[in-house]
């Protein structure tokens, strides 16, 4: 008996030292969050601010906002819990938001969704002063209107736009790239102007452009090659600028052209072949750039051209003999250029010309009889050239009855209908 009394503090012992070594109780009471605002069904746009209440029995580590079951990465640590949600990168549309909080012991609870409209697409614009509704607007013309300054970015929130014209007024600065938005465009007038920079590539969105006139302004950069998107486009005017680099070959994708004027710039490179798709093309006109290489043959496809005018440039080799298929031709001006070898006899083909102006170029040769056919000819230009040999009598029968034909090596005799005017020749080599 005395032995148990002396057990009984040692078991006292043991038990009291197993009671104290139980497991504390683990926390597994999940947080509690509610998104307070905005409310469900809302339309929202640009930053919104979301706020939510949230709580736990041993307290809210964090939350987080999620947009379509995908984290923002947007959290918040402290109270009260709000988040700025930038919506500007989205498209409009309805979009499912919860909040996730987590308690300090890691238990997570999402909040019941809540769907917003983001709306982003205003429904008015004010340009110059004048409220436009994004909706109801079609037609923009503004031309002759004194306007100043650059043109608002915000003009591609006028996605209704089928007719914006900007011309003759003292707009400045570069064109915004925001115009690509205008894709129910048609036509678009922005010349006479002082708009600088460059071409934006966003043009090639608008798909359904049939004229594009940005002339006379003050346009650097080159022709972007997107321009060749605009299928429907059949007025393309670009003269009068300071664009430069090559003529793109994508140009050759706009069939329906019936305009390509891009004179007055500082254009550089060969004409692309690719110019032969055009088929529907009535004017042509690259004068006054500053195009190297030959004329290519691909230009006798344009046989719709009544204009051909390629004068000041650097263009050399021969004129091509398919030149001759041009038979609507009624001006055909190569002035000033380096060309060389002779006339084409196929040049009396183009019985319809008013307009033959080919002086101060390298051309050799004689002049063609068939020159005689040009019977509705009101100028013939072929001085300061080196054309020799005899002046055909055919000549008398073309309609200008005053030739410039100065500054070649021409031989006499000269016919009696042109004496007056044959000028100045180096007969130097004539028999």
């Not at 930038?86 to 019941?112: A, K, M, P, Q």
């Not at 436009?132 to 079609?138: F, G, L, Q």
């Not at 608002?152 to 064109?175: D, K």
């Not at 069939?255 to 529907?280: A, C, K, M, V």
Request: with cysteine; aromatic share 6%; proline share 7%.
């Amino acid at each position: 008996m005395k032995k148990l009394y002396l057990l009984l503090p040692i078991l006292f012992l043991i038990y009291w030292g197993c009671e104290d070594e139980q497991p504390e109780e683990v926390d597994t009471t999940p947080p509690t969050v509610t998104i307070t605002s905005p409310q469900d069904g809302s339309t929202v746009y640009e930053i919104v601010t979301i706020t939510c209440m949230s709580s736990d029995n041993e307290g809210v580590e964090k939350v987080e906002l999620w947009v379509n079951g995908i984290t923002t990465g947007l959290t918040d640590n402290s109270e009260p819990y709000s988040f700025d949600w930038n919506t500007t990168t989205l498209e409009d549309g309805n979009y499912t938001i919860i909040i996730r909080s987590y308690d300090t012991s890691e238990n997570t609870t999402d909040s019941e969704p809540v769907v917003l409209t983001v709306h982003n697409t205003p429904t008015e614009v004010t340009l110059w002063g004048v409220v436009y509704s994004v909706e109801d607007t079609d037609t923009l013309y503004l031309g002759s209107n004194q306007l100043t300054g650059e043109i608002p970015p915000e003009i591609g929130n006028l996605t209704n736009l089928t007719w914006l014209h900007l011309s003759q007024n003292q707009l400045t600065g570069e064109i915004p790239p925001e115009i690509g938005n205008l894709t129910n465009l048609t036509w678009l007038y922005l010349s006479q102007n002082q708009l600088t920079g460059e071409i934006p590539p966003e043009i090639g969105n608008l798909t359904n452009l049939e004229r594009l006139y940005l002339y006379n302004n003050q346009l650097t950069g080159s022709i972007p090659p997107e321009i060749g998107n605009l299928t429907n486009l059949t007025d393309l005017v670009l003269w009068g600028n300071q664009l430069t680099g090559p003529i793109p070959p994508e140009i050759g994708n706009l069939t329906n052209l019936t305009y390509l004027i891009l004179d007055e710039n500082r254009l550089t490179g060969s004409i692309p072949p690719e110019i032969g798709n055009l088929t529907n093309l009535t004017d042509l006109d690259l004068s006054r750039n500053q195009l190297s290489g030959s004329i290519p043959s691909e230009i006798g496809n344009l046989t719709n051209l009544t204009d051909l005018v390629l004068w000041v440039n650097q263009l050399s080799g021969s004129i091509p003999s398919e030149i001759g298929n041009l038979t609507n031709l009624t001006d055909l001006v190569l002035w000033g250029n380096q060309l060389t070898g002779p006339i084409p006899p196929e040049i009396g083909n183009l019985t319809n010309l008013t307009y033959l102006i080919l002086e101060s170029n390298q051309l050799t040769g004689e002049i063609p009889s068939e020159i005689g056919n040009l019977t509705n000819l009101s100028y013939l230009y072929l001085n300061n050239n080196q054309l020799s040999g005899i002046i055909p009598d055919e000549i008398c029968n073309q309609g200008d009855s005053s030739p410039h034909l100065t500054n070649n090596q021409l031989c006499p005799p000269y016919p009696s209908c042109i004496e007056d005017y044959v000028g100045e020749q180096d007969t130097s080599d004539c028999d």
